[in-house]
C-alpha cells in the first residue's frame, strides 16, 4: 500500500463551503495530544501528499465537481456544544472532522502519502445539514475522484 486516502465528512467552518462540496485537506491541526505517542520534541504539521492533493483537484476540475482546498481541524469531540470549533476559522480553517491529523502522522511515520477528501454534510456557519437523502447518495463524487487518483 502506497497511499491512504479517506472519505468522509466534514462540517464547513467557513461560510464559502457549501453542502455537497468536496472539500481536499491541504493540512490538519487538532487540540489532541494524539502525536504524543511519538514523542516528538516539538509539534508536527501534518500534511497531504502534494501529489495525490494536485490529482484530485485535476480530476475534479475535469469532471466539473465543485470544491474547496485549504485546513482542516481534527476535533477530538463530535459534537462540540460550546461551539468552541469556530474559533478555528479565525486562522482560516475551512472544516472539521476527527480523523485527517492521525492519518496524516500515522502517514508520515510509515512513510506514505495520505489525502482526506470530504463532502461538506454540514453547514456550521449557516445552520445547514444534508438531508437524509444528501447523505445516502450525495457522496458520490469524492468515491470518484478518491478512486481515480488511487
Known amino acids: 500500500m502506497d497511499c491512504i486516502i479517506r472519505v468522509g465528512t ?7 463551503l457549501n453542502v455537497g462540496e468536496m472539500f481536499f485537506a491541504m493540512g490538519a491541526c487538532t487540540d489532541s495530544n ?17 501529489g495525490l492533493l494536485e490529482n ?3 480530476v475534479s476540475r475535469e469532471n466539473g465537481f465543485k470544491f474547496h482546498v485549504g ?3 481534527s476535533a ?10 469556530m474559533e478555528w476559522s479565525r486562522f482560516g480553517v475551512k472544516a472539521v472532522e ?3 491529523f492521525g492519518l496524516y502522522l500515522n502517514a508520515a511515520v510509515a512513510g506514505k502519502r495520505a489525502l482526506t477528501i470530504c463532502t461538506i454534510s454540514d453547514q456550521l456557519v449557516h445552520k445547514v445539514h444534508a438531508s437524509a437523502e444528501q447523505r445516502r447518495s450525495g457522496f ?4 470518484k475522484v478518491a478512486l481515480e487518483i488511487a
Open 56 to 58: 484530485a483537484v485535476r
Open 10 to 16: 466534514a462540517g464547513a467552518l467557513a461560510p464559502e
Open 76 to 85: 477530538d469531540v463530535f459534537y462540540d456544544p460550546s461551539d468552541s470549533q
Open 98 to 100: 476527527m480523523e485527517s
Open 140 to 143: 458520490v463524487n469524492m468515491m
Open 34 to 50: 494524539y502525536g504524543h505517542q511519538y514523542k516528538m520534541p516539538a509539534k508536527f504539521s501534518a500534511i497531504a501528499d502534494y
Open 71 to 73: 485546513n482542516i481541524y
